[in-house]
């Protein structure tokens, strides 16, 4: 069998070893159109729980961690004069470049043959029996197969922009500083004895007003922002201790996630897609290096366990590795939304809250705890210092209703529409304005992309003529993600009360949402 690896990256040279130890009598070339010792970006994270897979298939990137990467436990948040750690979390790094060479090194002394500064089509590749397409986000490869894979892209709105320094973080830290333009934040992290990868992000209009627009992003790759790098220094300077920031082909970028249906087609001839060719997830959840070593994992398994067979190798890697990156890429849409946000939070939110809030933007309090117990409990322990009692249990007032605790019963209409609140002298809920204290019930809905329509109609609950005003927003149906930025936007923007109504009861996803403050109350349907 002739295989044929487009793309050079981790992805590929990892399967390019793999299936060489898995069959020596398989032919394998890997085309990569840089040079061997080129690399954009610094370092690559890895979560100490999600290795087993990959360290069980080779040793080659558990020798990179020991021999050359940095190991930590702990998470640190920085803002506003305060540091606050979290334990448990289990990480390493390695320098991007440190990792290349070693995947090089490996696939070359298994048989593979490695073809770099070559940049290959789809219609170079004629007399292979199978094309891996690891070329990465832009995938040639996977364009030249046109639509019929389903490939699906959106763009965050928040701006990133990928540094190092030769500052050296004690582990993963997220610092954020506001300028006279808004609000940053880096995700600092070391990957060598001496150098840390720095990526900034930011809001868009932050990004605008800082002037930080003015760099071609469609020039050729290697050139940087220096404009940023200045601008980005001085602000973080006192973070750093007045180290440098390192360029390498810097320049901000707004994240995309891609989503593809299908990752092969045999048509016009056996083509697999495998790493960011096929799926991409925000950097603060997903590592894409180590999504694309496990996708050459599944795909050196897939093809071993159905010699001779290529549709069914190929349906078989397909059902063995989408399941995890869907669960990923679930999980890194709401950790992306909260940096879409992450200014409103650093405003409203004291610092123990928000890295509560960040800490668990893709987790509840229950898992966080499992993980960190001392930390959930300093944020329980904040909590009561302040309320007296713990979050669920604690009443809410306004000078107009209270409440007896922060977990309500909601009771519903014939149709199973939410109509008042237990507790609260039977508050109305109503979509629309109700004689005496009334609660505006929003419907959320199944997708971000309708939010805008939502937040325009609470920005407009305050201006209803000839009808007194909502006490709160009542929040229901839509997704958990959906629902929770409606909360938000009603209670940190507009200044009302946010009722955040369960399809079914979940006492820790409560917890986790009073405690966090992305909600004042949460509403059981009864």
């Known amino acids: 069998m002739r295989i044929a690896v487009a793309g050079g990256g981790p992805g590929g040279l990892f399967f390019a070893a793999l299936i060489r130890l898995a069959d020596p009598s398989v032919e394998v070339s890997v085309f990569e159109r840089n040079r061997a010792d080129d690399t954009f970006g610094f370092g690559v994270v890895f979560s100490d729980r999600t290795l087993a897979a990959i360290h069980a298939a080779d040793p080659v990137l558990r020798r990179a961690l020991a021999e050359h990467g940095r190991h930590w436990d702990d998470i640190e948040v920085r803002l506003k004069g305060e540091r606050i750690r979290c334990g448990g979390n ?54 030249a197969l046109g639509p019929g894979l389903g490939t699906a892209v959106e763009t965050a709105t928040a701006k990133f922009i ?208 499992r993980r960190a117990p001392d930390y959930v409990e300093a944020a329980h322990r904040r909590w009561r210092g302040e309320y007296g009692t713990e979050p669920l249990d604690t009443p809410f007032e306004t000078p107009r209703w209270s409440a007896p605790a922060r977990l309500v019963d909601v009771t519903t209409a014939a149709d199973g529409t939410p109509a008042a ?30 939010l805008p329509t939502l937040f325009d109609q609470l920005d407009g609950l305050n201006r209803l003529p000839g009808h007194s005003d909502p006490v709160l927003v009542a929040v229901r149906g839509g997704t958990p993600l959906t629902r929770t930025l409606l909360c938000e936007r009603a209670r940190l923007r507009n200044g009302l009360p946010a009722l955040y109504i369960e399809p079914e009861p979940d006492r820790d996803r409560a917890l986790t949402t009073v405690l966090s403050g992305r909600a004042d109350l949460v509403g059981v349907l009864r």
């Open 162 to 369: 990928w540094f190092g320094t030769d500052h050296l973080f004690d582990g993963l830290t997220f610092v954020h500083e506001r300028s006279p333009d808004g609000v940053f934040a880096v995700h600092g992290y070391p990957i060598s004895d001496t150098v840390s990868t720095f990526i900034v992000e930011t809001d868009e209009a932050s990004w605008r007003r800082a002037g930080l627009d003015e760099f071609d992003v469609t020039s050729p790759p290697g050139p940087s922002d220096m404009r940023s790098k200045e601008y980005l220094e001085e602000l973080f300077a006192d973070q750093i201790n007045g180290a440098r920031l390192l360029t390498n082909n810097s320049r901000w970028a707004g994240f995309r996630t891609r989503r593809t249906r299908h990752w092969h087609t045999l048509v016009p001839r056996p083509v697999v897609l495998v790493g960011d060719a096929a799926h991409t997830a925000h950097f603060s959840v997903g590592s894409g290096t180590k999504m694309a070593m496990e996708d050459a994992v599944s795909l050196t398994r897939a093809l071993t366990d159905h010699p001779g067979d290529l549709a069914a190798a190929l349906s078989a890697y397909e059902g063995a590795a989408q399941p995890s990156v869907r669960g990923i890429q679930d999980s890194a849409r709401p950790s992306l939304a909260w940096w879409e946000n992450f200014a409103r939070y650093y405003d409203a939110l004291e610092p123990w809250q928000f890295a509560y809030h960040f800490l668990t933007r893709s987790i509840t309090d229950g898992r966080l705890a």
């Open 421 to 450: 609140v237990r507790g609260m002298g039977d508050l109305t809920l109503s979509a629309h304005p109700a004689p005496g204290a009334w609660g505006a019930l929003l419907d959320a809905p199944d997708t971000e992309a309708d």
């Open 90 to 143: 289990g990480m390493a790094a390695v320098a991007r470049r440190t990792l290349l060479l070693l995947l090089q090194e490996r696939a070359r002394d298994v048989g593979a043959d490695l073809r770099f500064s070559t940049e290959v089509t789809l219609d170079d590749l004629h007399g292979y029996d199978l094309v891996v397409a690891a070329d990465g986000a832009g995938s040639k490869i996977r364009d």
